[in-house]
Every structure is written in C-alpha cells, then in structure tokens.
C-alpha cells in the first residue's frame, strides 16, 4: 500500500474517454485499504445501463457502491463511515441531473452545499469531472448554461483541491500538488 494522505481532495478532471475514471480508481486502490464509490450516472436506456454494468465490473467486488445521481452530500454525510476514501463519479453528471431535476432553480443550493462539506474534509475525496469548455460553444441556451456552470463548478472545487489531475490520452497531466 502506498503513503496514505490526510483527509485530501483531489479532483480528476479530461473529456470524455480521456482516462480520467480509469486513473481514479487506480488511485484509489492504491492509496487506501477501504473506499466507497458514488456513482450520479442513471441507467435511463439499454446503452446505459450496458456502461453502468461494464463500470461495475471493471471495479470489483472491493468497492462499496452508493447510487445517488442528486443528493451526493446527503450521501456523504450519511452513508460514507467506515471507508478511508470516496470516490465521487462522475460530477458533472450529478450536476447535469440537478440542473434538469431543479431546472435551474436550485442549483447554486445544491453547489453550495457540496462545496461547504468539501471544505470539511471530513473524509478523502476523489472526484471525477469532465472539462467541457474545452469543446464548440453550445448551440442552444440550456447546453451552454450547463458548460458555464461545470467550468465554474470544476474551477470552484479545484481551488481547495489538494491535488487536480487532468487527463488526456491516457495521460495524467498533474496541475496541483503531485
């Protein structure tokens, strides 16, 4: 087992297919004894539920599993005793669900949230997000209201971070204490 840190943050940030959920949980493994992961993703058609299932078994029946795709911080704050490390996937998706649940209405609430019991640093916390505003600018209001909010949402949560890796290819590009 490698050096376990103190009560860390670390955000995991890459688009789609970049690597990032494969390296987290890397991480993970092998840094803590015991972990728990939150999954936000929704099995809403047959091709999802083929990933969530693909998901689960590339994990392994080390991980404990939560699947909450709106109220991480209650999950957080009730369900994650007993584990060295949370693994929270994906959380752009947990807010793409909150903003399409809420419509809108309360979404800084729900961020709010999140960022306060992420300032406790009750517990180890990896996160897994996608950067979306390194694509084309959203044709419709909504699509680009979403990438405005999960750029500010990531910049919000890498400030406090301990540690941001960011991921492309495969690669790890480490931006914040690595």
Not at 39 to 62: F, Q, V, Y
Not at 107 to 113: T, V
Not at 170 to 176: A, C, E, S, T, V
């Amino acid at each position: 087992m490698a050096e376990t840190f103190e009560k860390e943050l670390v955000i995991v940030l890459g688009g789609a297919r970049s690597g990032k959920s494969s390296w987290a949980l890397r991480y993970v493994e092998e840094n803590y004894d015991s972990y728990l992961f939150i999954a936000t993703a929704e099995a809403l058609d047959n091709e999802m539920a083929d990933r969530i299932r693909l998901h689960k078994l590339s994990r392994g029946s080390k991980w404990k599993l939560i699947e909450e795709p709106v109220k991480i911080v209650e999950a957080l704050e009730t369900k994650c005793a007993g584990v060295e490390a949370v693994l929270i996937d994906c959380l752009t998706v947990w807010l793409s669900n909150v903003l399409h649940r809420e419509n809108g209405n309360q979404i800084l609430s729900y961020q709010d949230r999140l960022l306060k019991m992420l300032s406790c640093k009750g517990q180890n916390i990896i996160i897994v997000a996608n950067e979306v505003g390194a694509g084309i600018v959203p044709e419709h209001p909504l699509g680009r209201e979403f990438r405005d909010l999960a750029g500010a949402l990531n910049q919000k949560i890498a400030k406090p971070a301990d540690k941001v890796v960011f991921m492309i290819a495969g690669l790890p590009m480490y931006l914040k204490g690595m």
